[in-house]
């Protein structure tokens, strides 16, 4: 399957949908720290954040490549969907764990644009990357959990109705092995009483709209575990290749954003009586984030691939996030340099896209964690942590 040439139509009217969002929008709502609303009402109309949902329940029912060629456009276009990815990277623990129950009461109001399921808790301050170390306690009375604790970076929390929460239900010291004893719970949050649940937003250096959200006797209903009580752990792993994949993809669309400005400028800019892009200091640099890129890209694909065929990827997962953040990161360098000082002025769009490439070389995994997994998991060498 040749994914970029895949889902042509699809690319192109993305493409249209966001020429209706150009850089003065997203200047805006970065400079006001603003949710880009009307952009995620846009993509919610249009039907492109329900893809992975089944026909059933109101989705498009297509598979991950589809959604991955979306979020690529919409980065390629200069836009960002941060604002709303976690709708498609969660919506696979929903599909794939959720009871019956909870996919008809929810994914028909998520296709249809009506629910957010965008907020996705599992960093906590204490914890961090040792997910298995956080602290969250949900304890079950009487039919509901009481949830207490403190998650951080929860993005989206205060623009979404339904959050897909991993917690403890068993404490740490009465677990065998330290992934069991963590549960996934659907909350609801338009349901949750007043007082129980509080968000409070945190200011990044990019407009995330992330948070830190925080528990106090949040009442839950059994009815919103997800799968069984303990193996949350499992679940939440199993959706972590397709949101690898997923930001991978809009990783490349931010690279060859970048590339097609820092291509454009070097040749429209004439220093010294001809354009800049005739130096090779200059051309060399560009080349070489684009080749970067189209390396990267590959590794994307035949992650993609293996996803769509039903494989579990982790390795080509884990590796395209790394290549492709990678490839946005020293594009973004390039692109910058190659605009001297107009790399810094707002207006540019250049210095906004430039923070938000930053990010993912820290989320959703960081590099040395990927690193990691592939010194352990996919060469054999000890465990470092
Ligand atoms: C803007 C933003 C949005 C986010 N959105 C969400 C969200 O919606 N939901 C959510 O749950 N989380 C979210 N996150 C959290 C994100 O996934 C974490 O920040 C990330 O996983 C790193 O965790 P940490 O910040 O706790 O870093 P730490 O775990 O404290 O690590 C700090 C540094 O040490 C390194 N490190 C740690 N352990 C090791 C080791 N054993 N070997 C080598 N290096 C190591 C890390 O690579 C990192 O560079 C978001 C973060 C940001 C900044």
């Known amino acids: 399957m040749d994914y970029a040439l895949d889902y042509l139509e699809i690319r192109a009217e993305v493409r249209k949908l966001c020429t209706r969002f150009p850089g003065e929008y997203w200047r805006r709502c970065d400079r006001e720290l603003a949710y880009p609303k009307e952009f995620v009402r846009a993509l919610t109309e249009a039907g492109y954040l329900s893809v992975l949902i089944p026909q059933e329940y109101g989705g498009a029912e297509l598979p991950i490549s589809a959604a991955a060629a979306i ?29 019956q129950d909870q996919k008809s009461r929810y994914l028909p109001g998520i296709a249809e644009g009506s629910l957010r399921l965008q907020a996705f808790g599992v960093t906590e301050p204490t914890s961090g990357t040792d997910t298995t170390a956080l602290r969250t306690f949900a304890r079950l009375e009487n039919g509901h959990y009481i949830v207490n604790g403190q998650k951080i970076w929860t993005s989206r929390a205060a623009h979404s109705d339904l959050m897909l929460l991993l917690c403890r239900t068993t404490p740490l ?5 330290r992934t069991d004893g963590l549960s996934v719970l659907l909350v609801d949050m338009r349901e949750v009483p007043d007082g129980t649940l509080t968000i409070r937003p945190i200011r990044t250096m990019m407009n995330h709209a992330t948070t830190e959200v925080f528990f106090d ?13 303990g193996r949350g752990f499992r679940y939440i792993l199993s959706g972590m290749n397709a ?3 997923l930001i991978a993809a809009e990783c490349v669309g931010d690279a060859k954003w970048f590339i097609d400005r820092a291509t454009a400028y070097a040749c429209e800019r004439r220093v010294f009586g001809r354009p800049i892009g005739q130096n090779q200091g200059i051309q060399f640099p560009i080349a070489q984030a684009y080749a970067g890129m189209r390396a990267a890209e590959l590794v ?27 490839a946005s990161w020293s594009a973004a360098e390039v692109c910058v340099q190659t605009h001297g000082g107009f790399g810094f002025a707002e207006e540019y769009d250049i210095e906004r896209k430039f923070r938000e490439a930053r990010l993912y070389q820290v989320a959703p995994i960081s590099t040395n964690l990927v690193l ?8 054999g060498m000890p465990r470092s942590y």
């Open 243 to 245: 949101e690898r994949i």
């Open 372 to 379: 990691s997994y592939i010194s352990e998991h996919v060469l």
């Open 71 to 99: 979020l690529e456009e919409i980065h390629h276009s200069g836009c960002n969907a941060a604002a709303c990815h976690a709708q498609m990277y969660t919506m696979g623990t929903v599909l794939r764990h959720g009871s």
């Open 300 to 326: 994307l694909r035949e992650a993609v691939r293996l996803y769509d065929l039903g494989e579990s990827p982790g390795e080509e997962a884990n590796m395209a996030k790394m290549l492709c953040a990678d």
């Open 173 to 177: 010291e009465q677990v065998e092995k």
């Open 217 to 229: 006797d949040m009442p839950v209903p059994r009815s919103a575990l997800v799968g069984e009580e």
